[in-house]
């Protein structure tokens, strides 16, 4: 993929939607055309350049799918539900702009449209919990409706149900499973829309997910993957160290620590101090994420974290992270378990302390620059992901 902005936050963000055209999620011109409309470091640019093209692409899905023409309707339908959500991502903070809440809701409106000219059709699903259902999709492979290895999908920080059709979805529907994909505490409808913050016990929001996927006939019970993206790398080892239904775990990346991925982009004499060390270090840390908080991008981060973790200040955050880290919890992991890592992606540096602490069955992939996959979670090449991951997970379940 082409370096099309300087900002690294830009580009990274650019290349994940860029990067959905190997799923149909996008158009790499239309991308392009985007970015020629956006100003470096201009969040207003950016959020006006995306939301202008998905309406654009949208008024063409709406008109495809007036004629009757559906796979035309579905392709537009697709890329103009991951365009709203490239709108509205980097306006992830507290308080919410109702411009987010309006790009979100487009984002699912266009994916839902897409998912009923699937064939077979997605089905949009809520998954009960506590006093606000789990909002998904269940995905079916072609064929009779029976039993079939299934794909559970959790995202990260940013993610979406929708988002996860992209990252897995397509790939594992492409390959004969069933797939769910879901937005747990944190992640799209759960706090956009039911202003749910998230948890570090992630097994407990899985094991709903669990109970409700094996009432459905097609799930095969005893072939139930987890699938952790981004920040979910963290959330689905800890969903496997405490939940015993599940017959395989992947991270991508791997996450051991959330406060030791923080303190890993920080000097050691700061990073010696955290959570709650030298009051004088944390004062001087203090006024130096208060002053980043207010930059466009470097503090985009720190913003996002702060309000789906519910937290007010970036100290509060990192004490908060603490509580994210699988000391003594990745040994009780029992099910085969594939870390993964890419050479360039920042996030994810604690994958291999998380691979050396597993005890249950265990393999590790490392994806590189040379074969294009080196961002976080492969962007831009995710078909590479896919290929590795998925023929992986076919020899764990023996297909």
């Not at 509205?88 to 109702?98: G, I, K, N, R, S």
């Not at 939940?243 to 700061?270: Q, T």
């Amino acid at each position: 993929m082409p370096q099309v902005f300087n900002d690294s936050l830009f580009q990274a963000q650019w290349l994940r939607t860029a990067g959905h055209s190997s799923s149909g999620g996008a158009e790499l011109a239309e991308c392009l055309a985007v970015a020629r409309g956006i100003r470096e470091i201009d969040r207003e640019s950016w959020f006006n350049a995306w939301y202008q093209q998905a309406q654009r692409v949208l008024a063409a899905a709406d008109d495809s799918n007036r004629q009757g023409r559906r796979i035309s309707a579905l392709g537009a339908y697709l890329r103009a539900s991951n365009y709203f959500r490239a709108a509205y991502t980097l306006m992830m903070e507290a308080p919410v702009d109702t411009r987010l809440v309006d790009a979100y809701r487009r984002h699912a409106a266009a994916f839902e449209a897409a998912a009923r000219l699937l064939s077979p059709a997605a089905e949009r699903i809520a998954i009960p919990y506590d006093n606000a259902p789990l909002h998904g999709y269940i995905f079916r492979a072609e064929g009779e409706t029976v039993a079939r290895p299934t794909l559970i999908i959790t995202g990260g920080y940013d993610s979406t149900a929708e988002e996860a059709y992209f990252f897995g979805g397509a790939s594992a529907v492409a390959r004969g499973y069933t797939c769910i994909a879901f937005d747990g505490p944190g992640q799209g409808a759960a706090i956009i829309e039911n202003k749910l913050g998230f948890r570090p016990d992630w097994e407990a929001v899985v094991r709903r997910v669990v109970d409700y996927a094996i009432t459905r006939p097609e799930v095969d019970k005893s072939k139930i993957a987890l699938l952790g993206i981004s920040f979910g790398g963290y959330l689905a080892p800890r969903a496997a160290s405490g939940e015993s239904r599940l017959a395989a775990c992947i991270a991508d990346p791997g996450e051991f620590s959330l406060i030791d991925e923080i303190k890993s982009r920080m000097p050691p004499w700061v990073a010696r101090s955290l959570p709650e060390g030298n009051t004088v270090v944390l004062a001087l840390l203090k006024f130096i994420m208060q002053r980043r908080l207010r930059h466009p991008t470097e503090g985009w981060g720190l913003r996002r974290a702060m309000w789906l973790h519910g937290v007010a200040s970036p100290l509060d955050y990192i004490k908060e992270s603490a509580k994210y880290n699988l000391e003594g919890l990745a040994q009780q992991i029992r099910c085969p378990t594939l870390v993964c890592t890419a050479e360039n992606d920042e996030i994810g540096v604690t994958a291999r302390d998380l691979y050396d602490k597993l005890t249950c069955a265990k393999s590790f992939i490392g994806f590189t620059a040379e074969e294009g996959a080196d961002a976080h979670c492969e962007a831009g090449a995710r078909s590479v992901f896919n290929q590795r991951a998925f023929d992986w997970l076919d020899t764990v379940l023996n297909r």
